[in-house]
């Protein structure tokens, strides 16, 4: 599982 | 974009535009936290800062300008236009209670250490609080005009949106963001309390009253 940040959400 | 989020967002565009409409229509911002409102511009403008130098979509752009901008002209309706409404005697969360731990969670957590990412977290975790305020100054009063309890309701439906939203890029993108998720399911349980009176007594028809 990758740990990403969502930074494409509001 | 999947339509957890989409929906999530729409709820979040909605409070809004239905809390604008209160605060126009009654022409009080009685009930309103004005520090609650204060909270969410630092939410917006210290999350979106990368509306500068990171390009996602119009859409999320447009969203993004609109949060600051409505969060910004709420605070103005309540300070000027309105002012005489607004009565900060019952409005008295303390909010350095939230700020200082918030700054201190994202000076800890965060997914790189540089300004834009640092405050990134801070929004994050502050957005997951911004509402207690307003949930304070609820609980003091006992009870709410009908219209505020449908803003804070579809405030509350957004958060909790994201949640699946989030199940879903787990499984489809195979992301995990902690921070998002972890705030986010405190933001959510936050409203519980409320959404059982919402459920149980606003949409039956009755006005908002909580139990002496």
């Keep these: ?10 | 974009m999947n339509l957890f989020r989409l929906f999530g967002d729409m709820s979040h565009l909605a409070s809004i535009l239905i809390l604008v409409h209160k605060i126009q229509t009654t022409r009080s911002c009685r009930g309103i936290s004005f520090k609650t409102q204060a909270l969410y511009v630092t939410v917006f403008v210290s999350r979106y800062l990368d509306l500068f130098y990171d390009w996602v979509s119009l859409y999320n752009f447009f969203m993004k300008v609109f949060f600051i901008s409505s969060s910004c002209y709420i605070l103005y309706l309540m300070k000027m236009k309105f002012r005489p409404t607004n009565d900060p005697s019952i409005d008295t969360f303390r909010i350095e209670y939230l700020l200082g731990p918030c700054a201190i969670l994202a000076l800890i957590f965060h997914y790189k250490f540089t300004v834009t990412e640092v405050l990134w977290s801070f929004s994050i975790f502050l957005e997951s609080v911004a509402i207690l305020p307003q949930l304070f100054m609820l609980q003091r009063t006992g009870e709410a005009e009908t219209i505020t309890t449908h803003y804070l309701a579809a405030l509350g439906a957004y958060r909790a949106f994201y949640i699946p939203n989030w199940i879903y890029r787990y499984w489809t993108e195979d992301i995990v963001d902690p921070i998002a998720v972890t705030s986010g399911i405190v933001q959510t349980a936050l409203y519980l309390d409320f959404f059982y009176v919402y459920f149980t007594k606003v949409l039956q028809g009755q006005k908002f009253e909580l139990p002496a």
């Design chain 1, 1 to 10: 599982t990758g740990s990403g940040s969502v930074h494409d959400e509001l």
